[in-house]
């Protein structure tokens, strides 16, 4: 027999209390062990177009909807008796007749009337966007026989809702072709003929080989879903390059999916040495976690999954023994008795972006060259006499680090790169929007010229820790080797479109290229995001720990819901408030992290963008980055949540919850 699960099945029990999760845990393992096991009641589903659906018994009122055929068994759904009979009436499974993929298909004639009806008048009334588009056409991007005429008659209004009842894939399609990006044919039946072979069918249904597995799955049902590929992220994994190459997009779109599938796809040669890699040791654990997801134990054997400075600070003690680094304290220190000595007068904070963000980030050799330098990422300008005043209190500094044995994580990277100390074929850096000018410029020198021996995954819209640089400078050059992801998979339509009102449709990189944010969809919809205004921080929290308990009552445990905070000082006062289960985090923490619910709170006027901060910027280049920066982090707050979003602040709030409330949420993009 062959046990599967669906991802409508995972789906759904994520729905379900932790106490109903957990009853149904037990029925499946029943199941899988015993499907003739007494006490789960299997019972055909009478009323069912489809007869090979059949229901389990779980408890008094939970029913798992089974699939039947021949001698497999399907684990399609799984909610409340008479919502789990009205699914299992209202679908069957099919396999296309033109992708021949496994589909679960929403029966046409069991939807709603009345909603149909909607349809068809709004496409009186409204252009159809699909009005052109051939049977054929439609067919290969997945699109069931007795959908065709709905989805012709989708229009700007409808076509996000007749997206949801269509299979996923063609969901995807369709609303890839909405916002004018033309989906390409989905693949054609696999050479076996196994429907569930399919590159895309095995996204929706995974085979369960043993108990073990389908624990694994069911216990932590969205990371077991969320490392499987589309077919359109695939490109991004098989293609060669013969250089650096990157895939951006904003948040939720699959990149992290495809850096880890890439990793693998590079480990396969046995004399593959690949660094999957990313900027912080908290984000390294998160691509660990998902690895053995993906691969087997030789595989993995090849990848080493290390932050950069890890692994940066590992092989420089390799090759050059123990070297202490310089604490940002001590460095300010010696900058500040370097300036007294050569008789500067700067202004400290000036003198220490000097130096980090110019002169050890950049290896600056001698006074010529930083007197010739181009203002890498740096809009301030300066004479050459000013150059040559700064150059001897910057000299004085590194020599001052080299007599007490110290030295900087961008010195080590800098010694590697001379060294030529790299031992990996291949590197995968995830998160690359963040990485540190010396980092890049190791990494470039030493695979920048290795076909496939750089890829990056990113996304300028989140970048929060580093300020931006021209790549190429740093000697990586993805000119023609760079491609966007349009897919979101992870957040609501609704909170990406109210996410996205942070951010321009354009954002433009250091260098002078752009990153086109149009056209981005979304895979699944859900409720609008709440932005609540409140005129005391009581009042906020009283109304927060409401919502709390409203998204409690709709089957987000408080394991899964995440409150977000610009400041540390709040952190205490609300995990005093709330359930010791709901994580209470500052916006930084949160990159990379996925919560079904996120709320972000005290987005008051001097707290949301940081008033230390555009206290502390010198002049309107540094605050414009300061306000960018700041944005981005809100906008990477909002984005941790999948399916609800809070906002809130003290009035006067600021001015971001302002662009929020004024974001356009309808559809297209």
């Given at each position: 027999?062959?046990?599967?699960?669906?991802?409508?099945?995972?789906?759904?029990?994520?729905?379900?209390?932790?106490?109903?999760?957990?009853?149904?845990?037990?029925?499946?393992?029943?199941?899988?062990?015993?499907?003739?096991?007494?006490?789960?009641?299997?019972?055909?589903?009478?009323?069912?177009?489809?007869?090979?659906f059949w229901t389990a018994r779980v408890n008094l009122d939970i029913r798992?909807?089974?699939?039947?055929?021949?001698?497999?068994?399907?684990?399609?759904?799984?909610?409340?008796?008479?919502?789990?009979?009205?699914?299992?009436?209202?679908?069957?499974?099919?396999?296309?007749?033109?992708?021949?993929?496994?589909?679960?298909?929403?029966?046409?004639?069991?939807?709603?009337?009345?909603?149909?009806?909607?349809?068809?008048?709004?496409?009186?009334?409204?252009?159809?966007?699909?009005?052109?588009?051939?049977?054929?056409?439609?067919?290969?991007?997945?699109?069931?026989?007795?959908?065709?005429?709905?989805?012709?008659?989708?229009?700007?209004?409808?076509?996000?809702?007749?997206?949801?009842?269509?299979?996923?894939?063609?969901?995807?399609?369709?609303?890839?072709?909405?916002?004018?990006?033309?989906?390409?044919?989905?693949?054609?039946?696999?050479?076996?003929?196994?429907?569930?072979?399919?590159?895309?069918?095995?996204?929706?249904?995974?085979?369960?080989?043993?108990?073990?597995?389908?624990?694994?799955?069911?216990?932590?049902?969205?990371?077991?879903?969320?490392?499987?590929?589309?077919?359109?992220?695939?490109?991004?994994?098989?293609?060669?390059?013969?250089?650096?190459?990157?895939?951006?997009?904003?948040?939720?779109?699959?990149?992290?999916?495809?850096?880890?599938?890439?990793?693998?796809?590079?480990?396969?040669?046995?004399?593959?040495?690949?660094?999957?890699?990313?900027?912080?040791?908290?984000?390294?654990?998160?691509?660990?976690?998902?690895?053995?997801?993906?691969?087997?134990?030789?595989?993995?054997?090849?990848?080493?999954?290390?932050?950069?400075?890890?692994?940066?600070?590992?092989?420089?003690?390799?090759?050059?023994?123990?070297?202490?680094?310089?604490?940002?304290?001590?460095?300010?220190?010696?900058?500040?008795?370097?300036?007294?000595?050569?008789?500067?007068?700067?202004?400290?904070?000036?003198?220490?972006?000097?130096?980090?963000?110019?002169?050890?980030?950049?290896?600056?050799?001698?006074?010529?060259?930083?007197?010739?330098?181009?203002?890498?990422?740096?809009?301030?300008?300066?004479?050459?006499?000013?150059?040559d005043q700064l150059w001897a209190a910057f000299e004085s500094v590194r020599?001052?680090?080299?007599?007490?044995?110290?030295?900087?994580?961008?010195?080590?990277?800098?010694?590697?790169?001379?060294?030529?100390?790299?031992?990996?074929?291949?590197?995968?850096?995830?998160?690359?929007?963040?990485?540190?000018?010396?980092?890049?410029?190791?990494?470039?020198?030493?695979?920048?010229?290795?076909?496939?021996?750089?890829?990056?995954?990113?996304?300028?819209?989140?970048?929060?820790?580093?300020?931006?640089?021209?790549?190429?400078?740093?000697?990586?050059?993805?000119?023609?080797?760079?491609?966007?992801?349009?897919?979101?998979?992870?957040?609501?339509?609704?909170?990406?479109?109210?996410?996205?009102?942070?951010?321009?449709?354009?954002?433009?990189?250091?260098?002078?290229?752009?990153?086109?944010?149009?056209?981005?969809?979304?895979?699944?919809?859900?409720?609008?995001?709440?932005?609540?205004?409140?005129?005391?921080?009581?009042?906020?929290?009283?109304?927060?720990?409401?919502?709390?308990?409203?998204?409690?009552?709709?089957?987000?445990?408080?394991?899964?819901?995440?409150?977000?905070?610009?400041?540390?000082?709040?952190?205490?006062?609300?995990?005093?408030?709330?359930?010791?289960?709901?994580?209470?985090?500052?916006?930084?923490?949160?990159?990379?992290?996925?919560?079904r619910a996120v709320a972000v709170v005290a987005l008051d006027h001097d707290?949301?963008?940081?008033?230390?901060?555009?206290?502390?910027?010198?002049?309107?280049?540094?605050?414009?980055?300061?306000?960018?920066?700041?944005?981005?982090?809100?906008?990477?707050?909002?984005?941790?949540?999948?399916?609800?979003?809070?906002?809130?602040?003290?009035?006067?709030?600021?001015?971001?919850?302002?662009?929020?409330?004024?974001?356009?949420?309808?559809?297209?993009?």
């Amino acid at each position: 027999m062959t046990f599967r699960i669906a991802d409508t099945f995972s789906d759904s029990l994520a729905k379900l209390s932790a106490q109903e999760q957990k009853a149904v845990k037990t029925a499946a393992f029943d199941l899988q062990m015993n499907p003739d096991t007494p006490g789960l009641s299997l019972h055909r589903v009478d009323r069912a177009r489809d007869p090979g659906f059949w229901t389990a018994r779980v408890n008094l009122d939970i029913r798992l909807v089974l699939h039947k055929h021949g001698g497999d068994t399907l684990l399609a759904y799984v909610a409340h008796h008479d919502d789990a009979y009205r699914w299992a009436e209202t679908r069957r499974i099919d396999t296309h007749p033109k992708t021949g993929a496994a589909q679960i298909v929403e029966i046409r004639e069991t939807v709603e009337e009345v909603v149909i009806q909607r349809y068809v008048e709004e496409a009186v009334r409204l252009p159809r966007i699909f009005a052109e588009e051939s049977d054929d056409t439609l067919l290969g991007w997945g699109v069931p026989e007795d959908w065709l005429g709905t989805v012709r008659d989708a229009t700007e209004d409808t076509v996000l809702d007749i997206a949801s009842h269509l299979p996923g894939e063609a969901g995807e399609a369709i609303l890839q072709a909405a916002t004018g990006n033309r989906p390409k044919a989905l693949f054609s039946a696999s050479a076996d003929g196994d429907p569930y072979a399919h590159p895309d069918a095995s996204r929706r249904f995974r085979t369960m080989e043993n108990l073990e597995e389908l624990r694994a799955a069911l216990d932590a049902p969205w990371e077991r879903w969320a490392v499987f590929l589309h077919p359109a992220q695939r490109e991004f994994v098989d293609r060669d390059f013969n250089g650096p190459a990157r895939v951006i997009g904003s948040a939720g779109t699959g990149k992290t999916v495809v850096a880890l599938h890439r990793a693998v796809r590079m480990a396969q040669e046995p004399a593959a040495r690949v660094l999957l890699t990313t900027f912080n040791a908290r984000l390294a654990e998160r691509l660990a976690e998902k690895l053995p997801l993906l691969a087997g134990e030789d595989v993995r054997s090849r990848i080493e999954v290390l932050s950069l400075d890890a692994c940066i600070t590992e092989l420089h003690e390799q090759a050059f023994g123990p070297t202490r680094v310089a604490t940002d304290d001590e460095i300010a220190g010696l900058l500040n008795t370097a300036a007294e000595t050569v008789g500067l007068s700067v202004d400290p904070d000036f003198l220490m972006d000097e130096w980090t963000l110019i002169v050890d980030a950049w290896d600056v050799p001698d006074a010529d060259t930083y007197r010739d330098l181009p203002r890498l990422g740096r809009k301030v300008r300066m004479a050459a006499s000013r150059r040559d005043q700064l150059w001897a209190a910057f000299e004085s500094v590194r020599a001052a680090l080299a007599d007490r044995g110290w030295t900087t994580m961008a010195a080590k990277a800098h010694d590697l790169r001379k060294a030529g100390r790299f031992p990996y074929s291949h590197a995968i850096i995830d998160e690359a929007q963040d990485i540190a000018v010396a980092e890049l410029m190791l990494l470039g020198a030493l695979l920048g010229e290795v076909p496939n021996g750089l890829f990056f995954a990113g996304d300028i819209g989140q970048r929060i820790f580093r300020a931006p640089f021209p790549w190429k400078a740093a000697g990586v050059d993805l000119r023609g080797r760079s491609r966007s992801l349009k897919v979101n998979y992870r957040t609501s339509h609704q909170i990406r479109r109210r996410s996205e009102g942070l951010l321009p449709e354009t954002l433009v990189e250091a260098d002078g290229s752009e990153d086109q944010r149009h056209g981005v969809t979304s895979v699944f919809d859900g409720p609008a995001p709440l932005i609540k205004v409140f005129d005391s921080r009581e009042e906020e929290l009283e109304a927060l720990i409401g919502w709390l308990g409203e998204i409690a009552l709709d089957g987000i445990g408080a394991s899964e819901t995440a409150i977000l905070v610009r400041n540390k000082d709040l952190s205490g006062l609300l995990s005093e408030a709330v359930s010791s289960e709901v994580q209470v985090l500052p916006m930084h923490d949160a990159k990379g992290a996925e919560f079904r619910a996120v709320a972000v709170v005290a987005l008051d006027h001097d707290v949301v963008p940081d008033e230390a901060r555009l206290l502390a910027a010198r002049d309107e280049a540094q605050l414009d980055e300061v306000m960018a920066t700041e944005r981005h982090l809100l906008y990477v707050a909002a984005t941790r949540a999948r399916d609800r979003l809070w906002m809130s602040g003290v009035n006067p709030v600021s001015e971001f919850v302002t662009d929020l409330l004024a974001a356009k949420s309808e559809f297209p993009t």
